[in-house]
């Protein structure tokens, strides 16, 4: 009784006043600490039963399969496999199964298939233990093949079969083979079970069918925690992040606690869309209940305060972390580049060395970054050299792009070409993208024309590449080449993505699109504007136009300028936020130099703090400066 009611403390108090516990006493034991989580306590006590000289049962050994599947020990479950083969139960079917699931769980899976082959005998059981092992992972694809052949062998699927089978489609997004399983879940009259309901809601969701995983959801009996999770997930995968958050609270409401997984989704998506009040009520729920002690979740809230601009909170949550590890510690380099605090990036990698983490792919992609930002041309080609010699880590395309880019902010373009030589990869975008971006910073009109040419090979449909291009030629008062690429851009039937910047204000989002004149406020905004505009002319702002594409009269240029969406969510902010708190604008594109400028004299003016994200890095506009030292 005690052990079913969880309390391995009691049951084990219980079992030390038993004189001589029998087989089925030690047995009820090991499994109540398994699932108890006590794993390691469950190998110990198997090893003192066997001391004590009493002969393990099926039972015992079905349960210490379990046990060495939890621990994930490659030889202790070899072991097991021995000891069950020793005692003569290597025919039992129930044990071939346990083991089975054993391998499959510790990723052993050819020893899996291996004791299913050598079986005479099978059941369902044994089918769907098999199929765990294809629930994820890279044996993810084999999960169809063993589902259809279970059938074909006319064995009846049941709630674990299913279960397995649609995480399987799930990870693998195949939502084709996903609607057969549907309609033999349906034929099997389970399509009412809470568990393979839940299973088929995270298919749906996971694979962007958001209206059948709500109308599945409507349909479950039960909602559980796991059917309220797969659907937040399946928001927060879209990108729906405002739905995801009405779906958590609205859980909430239901009086169901969010478990880790959950908070750290619902964290990404404030993350994502720096919804940052949101984030902040997420943060002190995880703190209340106890779960900012996982990695997992700790991680989430850095990021979260990261990317919603607030990098001093994302500081002293990550050191407040109680444990860290190496995604934790690449989240908080993130953040510092993020937020072009090239140096802090360095420092935190070396203390990160120092704390004995290894770093991964993902750690050097912060570091080479820094460097390039910082411009730090030695120091990046010392890291880049670590890679392999010290850290064994074979350099990606990523790595190499940071590499052009360290090399080509510097101006070292002959350095640049015979890196890209010795690279022998010559058609990846992203080189040649990099390449692009450096020309343009340098003013390089002949390798930047060359790369465009690379880049318009390789996918003419990309319309920052036009806009690079015809940027560094108008740079260079090459008009008839700008009116060249405009064309190309027509002819080839580009569009330039629609920028947006959207503020929060009162805990909602108010987004704004250039020449947006739907607005309630857009009189005031305008207003507003023109006041900014005129008391930073007054402060000495001389508008750059000389970059824009459209070579149309410098009336209309400014005329233009003014309309940038960043500058009509700043106005709305100043108009809407009292009392003044920093001003925080997100934005999907770069924002141009010229509304850097702007920023950077308007925060001067208004004595106030101003960041802005945008697609690129976080710019805090400050006393008429900026952070990324106009290096972004
Ligand atoms: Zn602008
Ligand atoms: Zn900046």
Same mark, same amino acid.
């Given at each position: 009784m005690y052990s079913k009611c969880g309390l391995a403390e009691d049951t084990l108090k219980v079992f030390k006043r038993i004189q001589e516990p029998n087989i089925v006493a030690w047995s009820a034991m090991i499994d109540c600490l398994d699932e108890q989580g006590q794993i390691q306590e469950a190998a110990e006590l198997f090893s003192l039963m066997r001391c004590k000289g009493v002969s393990p049962n099926q039972h015992t050994f079905a349960s210490i399969a379990g046990v060495a599947a939890n621990l994930g020990d490659r030889l202790y479950c070899e072991g097991v496999h021995a000891c069950i083969f020793k005692h003569g139960f290597e025919s039992e079917i129930i044990l071939s199964n346990a083991l089975i699931a054993m391998y499959m769980k510790i990723r052993s899976v050819q020893n899996g298939w291996r004791v299913f082959k050598e079986m005479s005998s099978w059941n369902s059981a044994s089918w769907n233990s098999l199929l765990s092992g294809s629930q994820n992972g890279k044996t993810c694809d084999r999960g169809p093949s063993i589902f259809h052949k279970m059938l074909a062998e006319g064995f009846k699927p049941d709630i674990c079969t299913f279960t397995s089978i649609l995480r399987s489609c799930s990870n693998l997004l195949n939502i084709k083979f996903g609607h057969q399983v549907h309609a033999h879940i349906i034929k099997n009259g389970l399509k009412d079970n809470n568990l393979v309901g839940t299973s088929l809601i995270d298919l749906y969701a996971k694979n962007g069918f958001l209206a059948d995983a709500e109308l599945l959801f409507t349909q479950l009996i039960e909602r559980d925690l796991f059917s309220w999770t797969a659907l937040i997930a399946g928001y927060a995968q879209s990108d729906c992040s405002e739905k995801t958050i009405k779906c958590f609270n609205h859980m909430q409401r239901q009086g169901v606690t969010p478990n880790n997984f959950t908070l750290a989704t619902c964290l990404s998506s404030c993350s994502n869309m720096a919804m940052l009040e949101n984030g902040q009520l997420l943060h002190s729920m995880a703190i209340k209940a106890g779960n900012s002690g996982d990695v997992f979740v700790s991680s989430s809230i850095v990021d979260m305060y990261a990317n919603c601009g607030c990098i001093e909170?994302?500081?002293?949550?990550?050191?407040?972390?109680?444990?860290?590890? @190496?995604?934790?510690?690449? @989240?908080?380099?993130?953040?510092?580049?993020? $937020?072009?605090?090239?140096?802090?990036?360095?420092?935190?990698?070396?203390?990160?060395?120092?704390?004995?983490?290894?770093?991964?792919?993902?750690?050097?992609?912060?570091?080479?970054?820094?460097?390039? /930002?910082?411009?730090?041309?030695?120091?990046?080609?010392? /890291?880049? #050299?670590?890679l392999t010699n010290v850290f064994g880590i074979v350099p990606t395309i990523k790595h190499c792009a940071c590499m052009i880019d360290i090399l080509g902010r510097a101006g070292k373009f002959n350095e640049v070409e015979s890196f890209i030589k010795d690279m022998k990869v010559t058609s990846n975008p992203l080189i040649w993208e990099t390449v692009l971006g450096t020309c343009r910073m340098n003013g390089n009109d002949k390798l930047g024309e060359s790369a465009a040419e690379k880049l318009f090979e390789l996918n003419p449909g990309i319309a920052s590449h036009y806009i690079l291009l015809a940027n560094i030629f108008a740079a260079k008062g090459r008009w008839e080449d700008v009116r060249r690429v405009r064309a190309l851009m027509t002819h080839c039937g580009v569009k330039k993505e629609p920028g947006c910047s959207w503020v929060m204000v009162n805990g909602q989002v108010h987004i704004f699109r250039s020449t947006d004149g739907f $607005?309630?406020?857009?009189?005031?905004? /305008?207003?507003?504007?023109?006041?900014?505009?005129?008391?930073?002319?007054?402060?000495? /702002?001389?508008?750059? @136009?000389?970059?824009?594409?459209?070579?149309?009269? #410098?009336?209309?240029?400014?005329?233009?300028?003014? $309309? $940038?969406?960043?500058?009509?969510?700043?106005a709305f902010a100043l108009i809407s936020i009292n009392p003044v708190k920093t001003i925080r604008i997100f934005k999907n594109l770069h924002i141009c130099e010229v509304c850097h400028d702007f920023m950077k004299l308007v925060s001067g003016v208004i004595k106030q703090e101003i960041v802005v994200r945008d697609a690129n890095c976080f710019h805090h506009f400050k006393s008429g400066i900026c952070s990324c030292q106009d290096y972004c």
């Open positions: 909170e994302a500081e002293a949550a990550f050191q407040g972390m109680v444990s860290t590890d @190496t995604v934790s510690w690449n @989240t908080m380099l993130f953040g510092y580049l993020q $937020h072009r605090q090239g140096l802090k990036v360095l420092e935190n990698f070396r203390m990160m060395l120092d704390k004995g983490l290894e770093p991964d792919e993902v750690t050097f992609i912060a570091v080479l970054s820094a460097c390039s /930002y910082m411009g730090f041309v030695n120091e990046g080609k010392e /890291y880049f #050299d670590s $607005h309630p406020k857009h009189g005031e905004i /305008y207003i507003k504007l023109k006041e900014l505009v005129e008391k930073s002319i007054l402060a000495g /702002y001389v508008p750059k @136009t000389d970059h824009i594409l459209n070579d149309v009269s #410098d009336d209309e240029k400014l005329e233009q300028l003014f $309309h $940038h969406n960043e500058r009509l969510a700043l």
